[in-house]
């Protein structure tokens, strides 16, 4: 991970991410192939993502959020019941589908 996030990104983050919807399903199968390769494009092209996580047992779930935010690289913004708010900064930002910068361009 490049750094932690402070508490103020975290929360102009929830704020963002409030209005995303989960683009992204992690059931007990966990990361198939075809999960990772989307959570994967959808972390470069728009940074800040939901992912939907069908997993009942509390610990279980907990694991599989921990493994999802390593194993992309990525941070946890949140976690609300069974939907997560992950951030991964790209390299190269794409401004017209960067959840970050359309949110900014939005509010200026």
């Given at each position: 991970m490049d750094q932690l996030l402070d508490s103020n990104t975290k929360k102009k983050f929830r704020t963002i991410g409030?209005?995303?919807s989960p683009i992204v399903s992690v059931s007990l199968n966990g990361l198939t192939d075809n999960v990772v390769k989307e959570i994967e494009r959808a972390l470069t092209d728009h940074e800040?993502?939901?992912i939907?996580?069908?997993i009942a047992d509390r610990i279980e779930k907990k694991t599989k959020?921990?493994?999802i935010c390593e194993s992309f690289n990525a941070q946890k913004v949140q976690a609300i019941g069974n939907v997560l708010l992950l951030y991964?900064?790209?390299k190269k930002?794409?401004?017209k589908l960067s959840n970050i910068d359309r949110a900014?361009?939005?509010r200026s």
């Open positions: 409030h209005n995303l800040l993502i939901k939907k996580i069908f959020i921990s493994a991964r900064a790209s930002p794409n401004k900014h361009k939005v």
